[in-house]
């Protein structure tokens, strides 16, 4: 079963779609086709490492977050299939001419886990498409989303040993192993189901001393193995983490920290986007207090604390949190 033929299956299931979320889909694999050849290719071709520049969030940038988001603002600059694209590497949402009749805004993390790429580390693309209301047929803009439930479609492609391609439409969450050879990409993940608990957490314990009350005593909850044994596991890449959990079980979590009171990871194309997939997958995620698809929209690179994974888990973390309130 091929991609191509899996979205299109979908797209019967809904008897008034017209297509278009269809061919915006396949080409986010198309630009992750072109993405995962460049990553294979980055030591040979010269585009490791910084570019020198500092992005919007004043983070410097690697040469690869630069590709990959002209990849993804490339794939769809032509075409009215979105009317913007909100991506971690522009400032402001992109603008697509002639998109004024598109129902949809792109939001992208063209290149997540960027401290990754220099090291032949794992890395993604997460995407999250999004339906904003359209009152007296005003352009679609993420200005008018409310929250994460405005999304239509979200997903990630995975960049490891082998390029994953992982989406929702709402119906299930599927996942597609690119073929290099014959250059589509095949169904080997259906109908993902994420266990309710499982054996991992993933956080970045260097800053668990700056963590409210709540995030630290579960954390050290988890490793004190009380109820059961939990392994760490942090790769640096929230996909690849949130990735292990949907298979395996477990959870991911960003609290908010003192440098970042507001948490790290940002809420339109990071936190919304894994959090549609969680759920679909019967996981869950949650900003300590309540479910991140309900976090109200208030800016394009807003941050939220986030934790993703087993819901056994996540509901732990909210006890937790609440707790110590
Ligand atoms: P980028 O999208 O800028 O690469 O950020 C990566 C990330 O958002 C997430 O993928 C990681 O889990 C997390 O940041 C790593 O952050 P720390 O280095 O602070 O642990």
Redesign the pocket.
Known sequence: MTLSRHILESQRQAPRARGELSVLLLQLAFAGKIFSHALRRSALDGRLGPTGDRNV?G?ATKQL?VFGNNTIVEAFARSELVAAIVS?ELDEPREIACGERASYVLCV?P??????SDVNGV??T?FGVYRPPRENGAEASLARVRSGRDQVAAGYIMYGPSTIFVYTTGSGVHGFTLDHDIGEFLLTHPQMECPPHGPYY???L??LQDWDAGAQEYVRHLAAGLDRTYSLR????????VHRSLLEGGI?L?PADRQ?PSG???LAY?CAPLAFVLEQAGGAASTGTSAVLDAPFESIHQRVPFAGGSRDEVAMLERFTRDRR
């Open positions: 969030q983070e977050d971690e993390d290149l997540d886990g960027s401290s990754n890395v993604a997460i993933a956080a970045n260097a800053n942090y790769s640096g890449a929230l996909v690849a983490d991911y960003y970042h790290k990871l940002r990071e």
